[in-house]
């Protein structure tokens, strides 16, 4: 369903599945409903055992399908939609490119969990759980497990009471169908490296979901999105280990001058948190990032003041990864920063890759 536009479209996914579909016609040709069935799963008669789609989940009734993409039509023709969330937007071109765009629209929907109206909210977190079912058929193999695991448990926390108010969530969907339509990620390079960066916003993401269903007392739901909060931890130190550690070793090269003007652009945006962060191994991640973003035009303090201002930062584990994710995504960095040319070195403390320890990469429950 994540990839799918139309109606039309969801059964030909299904059938390149390779499920098995029966649909109930009317005489007059009209679809009454449907169930499916996996080829491998047989009753004793060696039958097909059949599912109706509402027996799987209440979404994927057939009324509640059709609402949907009769949904998805009334809000590609709404005044209110930003132009990223539009349809009409341009497919991305690569698995990279849609993990990007995915990153973005989940951090938009962070803030909206964070403090929208209910309804609102409820929509955002159905569609946070098909951005994770994406995410998880289309990324590397060294990730996939504790994805599929996180979108598992995080599909009961999609369900509530509360009824969702559709067509506000459509950023989220649309970044569900481009990481479909992308294609599976390598686990290297800057498909590895936004595979990094998506989950650390989807983790804030499904964390967020958990706080909300807390307070409204929907125990179960809460219960889900911290355990799928906990397989996103573990899928991120996985995709994060390598593109950290470049970055890591980048800002350790850095030369005495360029990392102590960063450590000054710190104080002057998060004098608060400044010298947690500069206690932290992930500090020379961000210095490297920082400098990064200073080479590409910007001003790093103003960028830093902005990242840590969207959301707050005292719990964070490494408060140092999340504003380096941030600060590549905002500043339109390269994830993978293996590639782009190094930042100025010292010459006289160069270190080579094999003196470079490998940097501790420490998480927290929010990280």
């Known amino acids: 369903m994540a990839g799918a536009t139309s109606e039309e479209e969801f059964f030909d996914r299904l059938a390149a599945a390779g499920l098995l579909i029966h649909k109930r016609v009317a005489p007059s040709g009209d679809l009454l409903g449907y169930k499916v069935a996996l080829p491998d799963n047989r009753n004793g008669d060696k039958e097909p055992v059949f599912y ?17 993409f009769s949904g998805d039509s009334d809000a590609a023709d709404g005044s209110d939609m930003a132009p990223s969330d539009r349809a009409s937007d341009p497919a991305p071109s690569g698995p990279a490119t849609a993990r990007r765009r995915a990153a973005t629209a989940v951090w938009q929907a962070v803030l ?53 108010k559709r067509g506000h969530e459509r950023a989220l969907r ?7 339509y992308s294609g599976p990620a390598l686990g290297r390079g800057e498909d590895g490296a936004t595979t990094a960066m ?24 809460a219960a889900a999105a911290r355990e799928s909060a906990e397989h996103l931890r573990a899928a991120y130190q996985a995709a994060a280990n390598v593109p950290l550690g470049v970055l890591h070793q980048r800002g350790q090269r850095l030369s005495q001058s360029l990392r102590q003007r960063q450590t000054v652009h710190l104080r002057q945006a998060v004098p608060e948190l400044a010298d947690q962060v500069l206690a932290e191994p992930g500090w020379h991640a961000l210095a490297a990032t920082l400098a990064d973003a200073e080479s590409a035009g910007h ?26 994710w941030r600060l590549r995504r905002m500043a339109d960095l390269p994830a993978d920063a293996g590639t782009p040319p190094s930042p100025p070195l010292s010459h006289d403390n160069v270190a080579t890759d094999a003196s470079v320890s490998s940097p501790r990469l420490g998480r927290g429950t929010r990280r």
């Open 198 to 221: 998506v989950i650390d916003m989807a983790f804030f993401l499904v964390t967020a979901a958990a706080h909300w269903h807390a307070k409204k007392g929907h125990a179960q739901q």
């Open 112 to 164: 909206v969990v964070d403090d929208g109206e209910d309804a609102a909210v409820a929509a955002h977190i159905a569609a946070a759980g098909e951005v994770l079912d994406a995410l998880a058929k289309t990324s590397a193999a060294h990730t996939r497990h504790q994805l599929r695991e996180a979108a598992f448990a995080f599909e009961r926390a999609t369900r509530s009471h509360v009824k969702a």
């Open 174 to 180: 649309q970044a569900a169908r481009d990481l479909v």
């Open 299 to 324: 001003d790093p303090a103003v960028l830093l003041t902005e990242a840590a201002g969207r959301r707050e930062l005292g719990t964070a584990g490494s408060i140092s990864d999340v504003l380096v």
């Open 52 to 68: 109706a789609g509402s027996t799987l989940s209440p979404d994927l009734s057939l009324p509640r399908i059709r609402k949907r």
